[in-house]
C-alpha cells in the first residue's frame, strides 16, 4: 500500500520559515513528477512546487518563486518544501502528491497517490 505522509507544518509569523517533509512509503517514485499543491478554506487546490525526481528540475507558480523551494532525497523517498518569507495568503492544508507521469505538473488530476495534508497558517 502506498503513502504519502506530510509533516513540518505549524503555525508561524508572517516573514518566518517553515520546512514541510513528505515521505513515502510501500512504493520507490524514480520518475515523474512529485508536488505539493495547497488548498485555502473555500478556495480550489492549487499547485505549490514540484520535482521531476529523476532530474532534480523543479517548477514553481509566481506566487511562491524565489521563497519556497522544493527538493528531494531519493535514499529517503522523501520530498521537501522549504518556505521562506512567509506570508498570510500562505496559509492552507499543503498536500504532497506523487506519480505525475505526463508534462501536467500542475494540475491535481495529474497526480495518482495524495498524502492527507499539513495544516500551514501565517499569523500577520
Known amino acids: 500500500q502506498v503513502q504519502l505522509v506530510e509533516s513540518g507544518g505549524g503555525l508561524v509569523q508572517a516573514g518566518g520559515s517553515l520546512r514541510l517533509s513528505c515521505a513515502a512509503s510501500g512504493r520507490t517514485f524514480s520518475s515523474g513528477y512529485m508536488a505539493w499543491f495547497r488548498q485555502a478554506p473555500g478556495k480550489e487546490r492549487e499547485f505549490v512546487a514540484a520535482?521531476?525526481?529523476?532530474?532534480?528540475?523543479?517548477r514553481y507558480p509566481d506566487s511562491v518563486k524565489g521563497r519556497f523551494t522544493i527538493s528531494r532525497d531519493n535514499a529517503k523517498n522523501t520530498v521537501y518544501l522549504q518556505m521562506n518569507s512567509l506570508k498570510p495568503e500562505d496559509t492552507g492544508v499543503y498536500y504532497c502528491a506523487a506519480d505525475c507521469i505526463s508534462g501536467s505538473y500542475y494540475y491535481t488530476g495529474c497526480y495518482y497517490y495524495w498524502g492527507q495534508g499539513t495544516q500551514v497558517t501565517v499569523s500577520s
Open positions: 520535482i521531476i525526481v529523476s532530474s532534480s528540475t523543479t
